[in-house]
């Protein structure tokens, strides 16, 4: 069982940044993929991030040369940098964790969210 702890979220001005954090109860040397999904109201739940254990990033193309993902395995946390915010980058966070076991059983965790609200 892996729990995951975001924070950061919160209210700010379009073109403002925001640093969201992932903090998780385990080391995550061993967590295949880690990321962060967004919820806008009346949406579905979609992808923004994503990184690997090898550190290979994806983005969606929304959000693409605006936020950063990274991880730092000693502190076991992953962030997501979003810098350039728009009124449409306003959704709850998530952070999501995809860890394989050596039996090839797939299992996903999640956060409890964080709010991003961004003002125009």
């Known amino acids: 069982q892996v729990q995951l702890v975001e924070s950061g979220g919160g209210l700010v001005q379009a073109g403002g940044s925001l640093r969201l954090s992932c903090l998780a109860s385990?080391?995550?040397?061993?967590?295949?993929?880690m990321g962060w999904y967004r919820q806008a109201p009346g949406k579905q739940r979609e992808s923004v991030a994503t990184?690997?254990?090898?550190?290979?990033?994806n983005y969606a193309d929304s959000v693409k040369g605006r936020f950063t993902i990274s991880r730092d395995n000693a502190k076991k946390t992953v962030y997501l940098q979003m810098n350039s915010l728009k009124p449409e980058d306003t959704a709850v966070y998530y952070c999501?964790?995809?860890?394989?076991?050596?039996?090839?059983?797939?299992?996903?965790?999640w956060g409890q969210g964080t709010q991003v609200t961004v003002s125009s």
């Open positions: 990184i690997t254990s090898g550190s290979d990033t």
């Open positions: 385990q080391s995550i040397l061993s967590i295949n993929v």
């Open positions: 999501n964790a995809v860890l394989t076991r050596p039996d090839h059983t797939t299992y996903h965790y």
